[in-house]
Structure formats: C-alpha cells, structure tokens
C-alpha cells in the first residue's frame, strides 16, 4: 500500500514538473528585474530616511546593515536545483539560470565590498555546507530524471540506479578528503594566530605629521 502511494506520487511528480518550467522562468525573470534592483537601490532605506524626520530613525536608515546569508544562500541553491532539474526536460531555463546567477553575481559582488557592512568572517567554514547542498540537488534531479523517463516508458532507467549510488559516493569521499581541512587546524596554523592576536591592535600614530597635509579650511588659514 505504502509502496503504491510513493510510485503514484513520483509519477504526479513526473507528469507535472515538466509543464511548471514557464512559472519558474517567470518567476526567475521577476526576481531579476526586482530583486536584484531593489537591493542595489535599497529602496526601503531610502523611503525611511526620507519619511522619517527624526534623527534616530534617520541614523537607523543611512546604517548599512549586512547581508543576510540565511535568505541569500538557500535562494542560489534554489536557482541551481532549477537549473539541474530541467537541464533536461526543458533546456530553455538554462539561459535564465544563468542570467541570473550573472546579474546576483555582479550585484552582491558589488554590495558586499562597498556597502554592506562585514559582520563576520567565517573562514570559508560554510563551503562543505553547499558543496553538500549541491550535491544533493545532483541526487534530487537525478531521482526526478528516473521517475519521468518511467513515465514515458523507458527500459533502461533501472541502468541510472548506479549513477545515485556514484553520487553518495563522491559525496562521501569528498567529506572524508577535504571536510577536515575546513574544521582541523594545523599546529602551525593555530601559531600564526597566536602571534597576530599578541600583537598590538593599535599601531601608534604621529597626529602632527598627519595634521601637516590635513586641509585646512581658507578662513582658518593666517594671513
């Protein structure tokens, strides 16, 4: 019984996943010309500094604020199973997907050096995470490619029940070769840190040398 209800439910899957790539390219299309501008022009922060007279709502609306990596990273990993998922079906959406990732690209390039502030630095800890991520996505299109060509009747999907175990395994010695190098520091590594933080944080500084090229304003200015 259990059985029969999961083989219906990856074949409603499979007749209904092919006919739903127009929304997604519409709503990739959307997010391009909305998402990626508004958070270039930060229009929210306009409007609050502009409504709000006052000068503490005025210092919260000029505060860069950070980005948030909660919302911006399962968002690319949605685009990318897209993009993995109707590779086949429907190669159409390829182009958008890459638009997309293009123009997120160039926009939060550009935002995290420049406007965002630097919240924190994660010493890259966060890569095995999507790497992860993106494995799976691999396994879900694939699973998805086997339920729609039994759909249409192919024979040979039972032959890319190899390619899902080949999967796990790349996933698996790629977690045992390079997960370690992200979470493990070595002896060395650990004494250079040492030595950084023993140093002074604040370097000392002549204030008169720095006041000779300082501008000065015309009226200040003797004779």
């Not at 694939?142 to 080949?166: A, D, N, Q, Y």
């Not at 190098?181 to 023993?198: L, R, T």
Request: charge should be neutral; charged fraction near 15%; include cysteine.
């Amino acid at each position: 019984m259990g059985m029969n209800l999961c083989c219906r439910t990856l074949k409603a899957i499979g007749r209904s996943v092919p006919l739903q790539a127009k929304f997604f390219m519409n709503s990739i299309m959307v997010d391009i010309w909305a998402g990626c501008t508004v958070d270039i022009l930060n229009l929210v922060k306009l409007l609050q500094f502009r409504l709000n007279t006052k000068v503490k709502y005025g210092d919260e609306a000029v505060d860069p604020a950070h980005l948030l990596f909660s919302a911006s990273e399962p968002q690319v990993q949605y685009y990318l199973l897209l993009g993995l998922v109707y590779a086949v079906m429907t190669p159409l959406i390829l182009p958008f997907v890459i638009f997309i990732f293009l123009c997120s690209y160039l926009v939060y390039r550009h935002q995290v050096i420049n406007f965002y502030d630097k919240q924190y630095e994660s010493g890259a800890v966060f890569w095995p995470t999507v790497h992860r991520h993106i494995i799976y996505n691999v396994f879900i299109s694939e699973v998805l490619l086997m339920v729609i060509l039994s759909v249409r009747g192919e024979k040979l999907t039972p032959l890319l029940i190899p390619l899902l175990c080949l999967t796990f395994g790349f996933l698996n010695y790629s977690n045992n070769k390079f997960q370690s190098a992200f979470f493990v520091y070595s002896i060395e590594a650990a004494m250079v840190k040492d030595v950084i933080q023993q140093q002074p944080t604040q370097l000392p500084l002549d204030l008169n040398e720095l006041l000779q090229d300082a501008y000065m304003h015309p009226c200040f200015k003797g004779g």
